[in-house]
């Protein structure tokens, strides 16, 4: 009771799992994820796992429509590395991905964006000449994705970081694509080891009597293409789910047996199989 109380104040921690089993569930998904920097501007070069989604398992054509709005300098910038990594995806795909690059000026074609599911939003830029002085433009920035009858969009994108555009981007890629195959990535759970479970609702204090959310409740909602469910070894008597593209450990607290740790090898040694193991400074 005391360790989970401990546990339970410790919300920056479990935030912070949150955080890293969205992303590493990405990677052990994708595979091998290196970067050899060959665009025009030397921002970005598709990871070997996004190449291979766009590659190998796209049976349907994937059409994008990114709308964007022009005119402030920032913009223009995000516009040109969107555009070089949106290139990337379409040479990757061995013309299974097309993208346009659209600028909503027209009535009709403002309507087409929100349609597709983005936002119309105010986009702002401070000048360089003077303090009180600011360039403010509405408009749109987003991408809308349709891959046979499934469409999906990212609402809006900001022009003030580049970063972190192929996760999305890749996410939103694998969602459509699973849902349209009917298609999910499974991952276990190592349970009964005492370890702090994705299914526990502590990871904001209580109010009103109800319990906060889970992390497996956000994962469901972040990324519904991956399946989570938990991995009982019974003592090293039962084998992994091999059918599984990974496991993650979440804290344990009790020490894993010899004949254990046989089977989470026996299951990495099949190859493309990865184990992650969360671990913090509670216990």
Do not use: C
């Not at 990974?246 to 344990?252: A, N, R, S």
């Amino acid at each position: 009771m005391e360790r989970k109380n401990k546990a339970r104040a410790q919300t920056g921690f479990y935030l912070a799992l949150v955080a890293v089993i969205l992303v590493m569930a990405n990677v052990i998904s994708f595979g091998a994820y290196k970067r050899i920097d060959m665009t025009k501007s030397e921002r970005f070069t598709l990871s070997k796992g996004s190449a291979r989604l766009v590659s190998e398992k796209l049976k349907q054509d994937l059409q994008v429509d990114i709308y964007v709005t022009r005119g402030l300098p920032k913009h223009e910038a995000f516009i040109q590395d969107l555009s070089d990594l949106m290139g990337e995806y379409e040479r990757a795909s061995n013309g299974k991905l097309k993208y346009t690059i659209i600028e909503p000026k027209t009535e009709e074609q403002k309507t087409a964006a929100k349609e597709a599911g983005l936002q119309e939003a105010a986009f702002g830029e401070g000048s360089e000449t003077g303090r009180d002085q600011a360039t403010i433009s509405r408009g749109f920035m987003g991408m809308a994705f349709k891959y046979g009858s499934e469409k999906e969009s990212i609402p809006i994108l900001s022009p003030d970081s580049s970063q972190g555009l192929e996760f999305w981007i890749t996410n939103k890629i694998r969602e459509i694509r699973d849902r349209a195959e009917n298609d999910s990535q499974k991952f276990g759970v190592i349970t009964g080891k005492e370890e702090i479970k994705l299914t526990d609702t502590n990871l904001v204090a209580a109010q009103g009597g109800r319990g906060g959310p889970s992390m497996k409740g956000i994962i469901d909602q972040a990324l519904p293409f991956y399946k989570i469910e938990d991995v009982d070894l019974q003592n090293g008597d039962a084998e992994i789910n091999k059918e599984l593209a990974g496991i993650i450990l979440t804290q344990p607290a009790k020490d894993f047996t010899e004949k254990e740790l046989r089977r989470i090898d026996q299951f990495l040694m099949e190859g493309n199989k990865s184990l992650v193991v969360f671990a913090g400074a509670i216990n």
